[in-house]
């Protein structure tokens, strides 16, 4: 299984936007300050998965949604 997910900052708000095929580890290594992005953002929780059943996929949506850049985008996504 792999996972499309987002994080967001309690302290300012941002978004960051991954993929993974573990989530449990990666959100662990974000919320200790070990991702380059995030670290500079804490604390930070996860508001949003989606799991697929190939890395191909998970990567197809991360990148979909990067490509939007967009604030509105994303807080649609994850208020459904």
Same mark, same amino acid.
């Given at each position: 299984?792999? %996972?499309? %997910?987002?994080?967001?900052?309690?302290? /300012?708000?941002?978004?960051?936007?991954?993929? *993974? #095929?573990?989530?449990? /580890?990666?959100?662990?290594?974000?919320?200790?300050?070990? #991702? !380059?992005? *995030? #670290?500079?953002?804490?604390?930070?929780?996860?508001?949003? *998965?989606?799991?697929? !059943?190939?890395?191909?996929?998970?990567?197809?949506?991360?990148? *979909? @949604?990067?490509? %939007?850049?967009?604030?509105?985008? @994303?807080?649609?996504?994850?208020?459904?």
């Amino acid at each position: 299984m792999f %996972y499309m %997910y987002i994080l967001r900052s309690l302290g /300012d708000g941002k978004f960051y936007v991954g993929m *993974t #095929s573990n989530l449990e /580890d990666r959100l662990k290594r974000h919320i200790e300050g070990r #991702s !380059k992005y *995030t #670290s500079k953002h804490l604390p930070i929780e996860l508001v949003y *998965t989606e799991v697929f !059943k190939t890395r191909k996929e998970a990567l197809a949506r991360e990148r *979909t @949604i990067k490509q %939007y850049k967009s604030r509105d985008y @994303i807080e649609k996504l994850i208020s459904k």
